[in-house]
């Protein structure tokens, strides 16, 4: 049966129109990941709308390229400028600038891009693995099972809250309460909506997501000065292929930082910067004879930490594709675009589309192929993209943004509810509240609200369901230790 699936996906993925998607996507990713501040989760908000009229395998090979593309790109100005394109491309700044400053970019970029290849490729291969594992077995999944697996979710909240738990949640909570704007789904009674038509629906999730990660970041490049920070990059790339030697340096560390990587971006929440982080700090610990010292310009810890976040982008899917959960704020956005053409992601994805689900695979590892033969044939390129002046870039973003708002319904009360996201999210941003804990609340709560009641109607009122059903228990007390987890760690600090 599965090779029939993957048989009907490469049909799918041979269409020119598709593989021109495909490439056209990991192109801007490139693009915008090349330039820092552009980051993979504005990108695909913003873009989001163009796939509205695709069929969704097509729509997702162009979002999953711009990701992969993103992702791999966040490397090359961490290298070069020491200023990473992405937030998961920060720890390879440690090893990857101090090559450069000793005229060895080239070498530090085509190391990335070998790096970038193997963890993709490990997590992908992770993904088609272990996800229908997990989707069978989540198959078995009742009301109270899915309200607390929406809850173990939105105490992700605690690990993507930056700084400040408190900040986090109050994000969070936002979120949550954006959410039940509109008709009671059981009652029948307005909520939030000011007799205001418009609102009966609900508010826009895409229309808010385009505002956060959109219009909010763009508010804040203008009030700093649009083409503040810009760096210059005039270093020559010289050479394709990495030597033998370094190949064989890098190969274990790669592997290794591949594997982990998947098991980190598979947590719901952990995201790519933590996943590299992580495997950086490994190879550390692993390697801490390595000549030259970590930090002073060693291959393995570029290789470390680019394998260990591009390995995240599967990764996250796992969770996203199974449960419904999103792994990072990216997989969030495809949680979005999956809902616009009425595919849930969850268990029950892998019994109606199986089709789309291994297009989705297979099509993730023609990315990182692709990813890999451009790395290569282009670096020299790319690493010019940084002198792009930012002026150039954000009108057009900005436009991008209101025709996104507007293109899902074709109404123009949806730019005005991006625009207040957008003025929300810029304002938050000032303030230090974290974004990420406010689209989970907005996608998770309600998950969360429908099952919760479901449950109690089940039970006639009794929260003890919750206690009788093991595998909601054991998910809730998971939840449980993921809220004490950071609170007792702030306390002790």
Known sequence: MVVEYISQALVNLADPFVLLLMVGGIFLGILMGSIPGMTATMTIAVLLSFTFTMEPSQGMILLLGIYGGAVYA???????????????AAATIFDGHPLSQKGEAGRAIRVSTIASFVGGIISVLALM?????????????????????????LTIIASVSGDSLTKGMVSGLLGML???????????????TFDIPELLTGVEFIAVMIGLFGIAEGLRKYSQGINSGNDRVDQEISGVFPSLSDLRSIAPVSVGSGVLGSFIGAIPGAGGDIAAFITYNEATRWLKDSVPSFGEGNIRGVAAAESGNNASTGGALIPTLTLG??????????????????????????????????????GFLLIYVFILIFGMLGANYWARLINIPKSHIWPVILVLC??????????????????????LGYVMRLRGYPLAPMVLGLILAPIAEENLRRSL?????????????????????????????PAVRSIRA
């Open 325 to 362: 959960i999103p792994g990072d704020s990216v997989s969030a956005i495809l949680i979005g675009a999956l809902l616009v053409h009425d595919v849930n992601p969850g268990p029950g994805l892998y019994q109606e589309e199986p089709v789309l689900l291994y297009t989705i695979f297979v």
């Open 129 to 153: 693995f272990f996800s229908p594992v997990i989707a069978d077995a989540a198959l078995r999944f009742r009301s109270p099972e899915f309200f607390a697996l929406a809850f173990f979710g």
């Open 457 to 485: 109607v089940l039970s006639g009122g009794s929260p003890t369901i919750f206690l009788t059903s093991p595998i909601a228990l054991v998910i809730i007390l998971l939840g449980l230790g993921a809220i004490a987890l």
């Open 74 to 88: 966040g490397s090359i100005p961490a290298i070069l400028i020491r200023t990473p394109g992405t937030p998961s």
């Open 178 to 192: 954006v959410a039940t704007v509109g008709i009671d789904p059981v009652t029948g009674f307005h909520r939030f």
């Open 402 to 423: 209101v025709i996104g708002a507007i293109a899902l319904r074709g109404n123009v009360f949806d730019a005005w509810i991006m625009l207040g996201a957008g003025v």
